[in-house]
Every structure is written in C-alpha cells, then in structure tokens.
C-alpha cells in the first residue's frame, strides 16, 4: 500500500481537521470584525475618555506575539479562576488579536475621509449610531478591502498555532496521522495544499468585493 | 518567580532573538536574490518562484515548521531543531522579502536607470552604485515590518521542541504551578523587542521619506 493510499483511507481525519480549522477561523473572524467594528464605533463616538485606554490596548496587542496571547488566556486564566477549554481560548485569542488588528486598520482608513462628509450628515439629521452604520462602516470596510484580505490570511495562518495548545485542526491531523504512519511528507503536503486552497479563494472573493464596490461607486468618493 | 526563573525567560528571550535574527539576516538576503532572479523573467524557473511565494505566504509557521523537521529525515537529511526552526522561518519570510524588493525594483525611477547607462555603467555597477543603495533605503520601512512580522510567528518553533521565550514559561509554571507571572514577564520582553523593531521603523520611514523628497 502507498503512503498516499493510507492518506486517502484516513481522509475522514483530514476533513474533521479542515472543517475544525474553518470552524474556529470562521467564527473567530466574524467575532473580530464586530470588536473591530465596536472599537472604531467607541472611537467615533466622541469620548476622549475612552481614546487612550483603547489605542494603548489596541498597540500592545499589535506588539505581542499570537500564541502569548493564546498561553494568557489558556493557561494564565485559571489563575483568576476562570477556565477556558483549548477551543474556546483559541477562539477567545484569534478573535481579540484580530479584533484589534482590524480595528487599527479600520482607524487607518478612516483618518483618510474629508469632514464635510460627516458634518453633511450631521446636517441631514444622522445622530452617531446611524452615520456609522449607513456612511463610514461602508465606506471603511469597501476601501480596506485588501488590506482586510491580507488579515484574513494571516488569521487564518495563526489558527495552526491552537495546536499547541492541543486542539483539534488541521496541522494536529496532519500531524498525528504522520505520528502514527511515519508518513510526514504526504500528510503535510496535503495540509499544505489545504490552506493553500483557502486563502486562495479568500484572494478570489476579495477581489470580487473590489468588483460590487466600483459597481456601487465606492471607488470615487 | 525566583532568580533561575528569570534566567530561564532571558534565556529564552535569547533562543528566540538568535533564531529570528538568523533567519532575518538570510531572509533579507535571499529575498533580494529571489526578487533579483524574478527580475530577469527566465521562463520556468520565474513561473516556479510565483509559485513557491503564493505558497510560502498561505503556509502557517507551524505547519511549514512541523513539515520540514519531520520530513527532512525522509529525504536522509538529518536536521537539528534550531536548523530547522532557521530554515521554516528563512522560508516564510525570504517569500515576503522577495516581494518588498520587487515593489521597490519596480518603483525604481527609469530617469536614473538610462543616465547611468548613458554614463557608460556595466549593469553590475550600476546596480552595485546606483540602484542597491537607493533601494535598501525606500524598502527599508517594509523591510522592518517584515521582520517584526517574523519575531511575532516565531513561537512557531516551539513545535519541534525549541524553548523559545513562550515555551520556556511552560517549563516554568511546570515547577512554581504559577503560570501566570512568567507569561506576562515574556509579554513584557516581546513587547520590548517588538517596540524596537517599531522604533526603527520609524527612523528609517522618516529617512526614507527625506530621500524620497
């Protein structure tokens, strides 16, 4: 029997493994995105009481590797008292980490905008919370756009990191079935192509996004 | 924490230093010799380059790390664990490097190119005189970043057993039962690393806008 014949009868690893990893990568991000979403909101909301807290947490996350984050929460909890499983740390971590990466990107491209928009629609009658919600977030998420692409990649890059802390993805399936056939080189090649394959089609829907937004005239604000 | 405690995390925090230095010093330098070789557009090997970028910036730090360091034994290399923590890092990054030179190549004004080719330049000096210092400088700012990128993923060697500055406060709590304190001292150490990195990147965007002037 050939090393990839093993792979292809072990397969269901692979799958539980892949779906795990878009599992805890889906759910993450969408989490990261609404807390990117709130931080700008906090910042735009106008309390200056608010502003440094927020950016020196938003700047010592940027200094701080994933995986420490991943250990403060996963082992560094419990000293508080608070238990978290593997999975949920991991999805606790990803989702602050990458909240706060989005969130600077968001603050980035909104720094960009001319006032008169918002004075505008301050005299059209927006209070805050619905400016927000029809004119920048719009405006911010179609303009960040490859930027936002290149977070997803990363973030989908840094869910191999929770098998660290031993749970359950797609690097920890390839790395046990290499554990228990001595065939490294297939099974990683394989895991290899996986991720290969999402970020890829990430690229691909971003790109489309660039298409939706110059039908929609976003482009030439 | 006691006084063996502390040396544990600054031993650590030189694991992870060494290893990220290495490889950012490769990195660099493969990376210009990649973005140099892709300039010179040969058929096959440049489709072979796009390829092995795509997939070296798709690839996590630990699936990569994991792959070289079990499979290199197939292939009757015997690799040590900081050689192969070298060697998955130098990968990553000399991939994204590779990338930063190209913009920066592509940027290059053509004014200069064709005044130093007039002046009677072989491409090598002209390369070597003209174009090299110029272009470490307008890259340099991307260049920093990456390197901050790469201090950032390289707990990743911690999978093959490397006690790096996060791994070592494992080894840590497994004797004093706290893990808490020697986490947020190897947050401390990251962030004052990093904080570095950021500090140098700003000097050399400050520079690099100057020249760009």
Not at chain 1, 88 to 112: D, K, M, N, P, S
Not at chain 1, 135 to 153: S, V
Not at chain 1, 169 to 180: F, I, Q, V
Not at chain 2, 137 to 150: A, D, K, Q, W
Request: proline content about 4%.
């Amino acid at each position: 029997m050939s090393n990839w014949e093993i792979l292809w009868l072990e397969r269901a690893q692979f799958i539980d493994g892949f779906i795990s990893t878009l599992e805890i990568f889906g759910l993450s991000i969408s989490v990261a995105f609404v807390i990117g979403c709130g931080m700008l909101y906090m910042l735009e909301g106008a309390k200056p009481r608010l502003e440094v807290p927020l950016r020196i947490f938003v700047d010592s996350m940027r200094m701080l590797p994933f995986l420490i984050l991943v250990y403060l929460l996963y082992y560094g909890l419990p000293s508080f008292g608070i238990r978290l499983n593997a999975w949920w740390a991991g999805v606790g971590a990803l989702a602050v980490y990458h909240g706060c990466y989005f969130a600077e990107i968001f603050r980035g491209v909104r720094q960009t905008f001319s006032p008169g928009q918002v004075e505008a629609a301050r005299a059209c009658g927006f209070n805050t919370g619905k400016m927000f919600l029809r004119l920048i977030l719009p405006q911010i998420i179609m303009r960040a756009r490859p930027l936002i692409g290149n977070q997803l990649i990363y973030a989908l890059k840094d869910t191999a990191f929770l098998v660290i802390i031993t749970v359950r993805e797609l690097t920890a399936a390839a790395n046990s079935l290499s554990g228990t056939y001595f065939i490294p080189t297939e099974a990683f090649v394989v895991v290899i192509g996986c991720y290969w394959l999402v970020s890829m089609s990430m690229e691909l829907i971003i790109k489309q996004c660039g298409r939706f937004s110059a039908k929609r005239g976003f482009d030439n604000v | 924490m006691n006084a063996s405690a502390w040396n544990m995390l600054l031993e650590g925090a030189w694991v992870t230093l060494w290893i990220s230095g290495v490889s950012i010093a490769l990195g660099v330098v493969a990376g210009l010799l990649v973005a140099l070789v892709r300039l010179a557009k040969i058929p096959i090997i440049d489709q072979l380059l796009v390829l092995y970028i795509s997939l070296a910036r798709a690839t996590p730090l630990v699936t990569l790390t994991l792959f070289i360091f079990l499979s290199a034994p197939n292939f009757g290399i015997q690799l040590d664990r900081s050689v192969a923590g070298i060697l998955a890092l130098t990968i990553n990054t000399t991939a994204f490097n590779a990338e930063i030179w190209r913009s920066a190549f592509g940027n290059f004004s053509r004014e200069q190119r064709e005044a130093a080719m007039a002046m009677g330049m072989t491409p090598w000096v002209m390369f070597r005189r003209i174009m090299f210092p110029q272009l470490t400088i307008t890259s340099l700012p991307g260049l920093v970043n990456e390197m901050s990128f790469l201090i950032k993923g390289s707990p990743a060697i911690a999978v093959i057993g490397i006690v790096d500055l996060t791994r070592v406060t494992n080894r840590i709590s497994a004797v004093t039962y706290e893990p808490l304190p020697p986490i947020l001292v190897a947050c401390v150490l990251y962030m004052a690393i990093i904080g570095c990195l950021v500090w140098l990147q700003r000097v050399a965007e400050r520079r690099a806008n100057r020249l760009a002037e």
